[in-house]
């Protein structure tokens, strides 16, 4: 089974409202990563947090992690139309090598 | 963007025959995936290599076989591709290990349909 599973598996929000998206996993991490996908494109990076940090930020993005409860969340404030996209956590643990697993995603509508 | 291309972007192929999807790399990164993307289930990783002829299963790695020969190309094979393999393919490349940074760039997928 994954990793990561993202919880909603949809929201729909109104312009400047804030979204939140959670990510749970069942193993030890070396980074949590988070990605967004626009249709019918590839996957871009949005933030990574290390296992030893609790809270990331990058613009309107905020990224909690809780090691302790295999969890994080992405925070995503002041939401625009724009926004709209499907968004994914990704773990990353060294296994001898290191395997980037992703969770099923969010798909995110942020209606103008 | 980063220098990622897969070929080809679209495919229908039958029932049993072989089928070979390319990544090639501009950026000389040591690691290359293979993951599948399919409704309902995100991304799962197929294959992926940590350096020429270094490589090592995912999560649904039945049914498919991976080749590095060269640091710039990963191969995904099919050798009898079915229709449970119709999907979109995304090929990914990272320097995670050197920095701990592990980020992704991702190419612009291959879709597949196996009738």
């Known amino acids: 089974s994954q990793q990561g599973e993202e919880d909603p598996q949809a929201l729909s929000i109104q312009e400047g409202e804030n979204a939140t998206m959670n990510c749970s996993y069942k193993t030890s991490i070396n980074n949590l990563q988070w990605y967004r996908q626009n249709s019918g494109r590839g996957l871009v990076h949005l933030i990574l947090i290390r296992s030893n940090e609790r809270e990331k930020h990058s613009g309107r993005l905020r990224v909690t992690l809780d090691t302790s409860k295999k969890s994080s969340s992405l925070l995503i404030t002041a939401s625009r139309a724009a926004d709209t996209a499907s968004y994914f956590c990704a773990t990353v643990k060294n296994t001898g090598g290191f395997k980037t697993i992703f969770g099923a995603g969010t798909r995110l509508f942020v209606k103008a | 963007d980063a220098g990622i291309t897969q070929s080809p972007r679209h495919k229908v192929t039958e029932t049993g025959t072989p089928v070979t999807l390319r990544c090639h790399q501009t950026?000389?990164?040591?690691?290359m995936y293979w993951y599948r993307q399919d409704p309902g289930h995100g991304l799962r990783l197929i294959h992926y290599?940590?350096?020429?002829?270094?490589?090592d299963k995912g999560e649904v790695s039945d049914g498919y076989s991976v080749s590095r020969s060269k640091t710039e190309d990963f191969l995904l094979t099919l050798e009898s591709a079915t229709s449970s393999q119709t999907s979109v393919y995304f090929c990914a490349i990272s320097e995670v290990g050197r920095a701990d940074t592990g980020e992704l760039f991702f190419g612009e997928g291959s879709r597949l349909t196996v009738l």
């Open positions: 950026e000389n990164h040591r690691y």
């Open positions: 290599s940590y350096g020429v002829k270094d490589t």
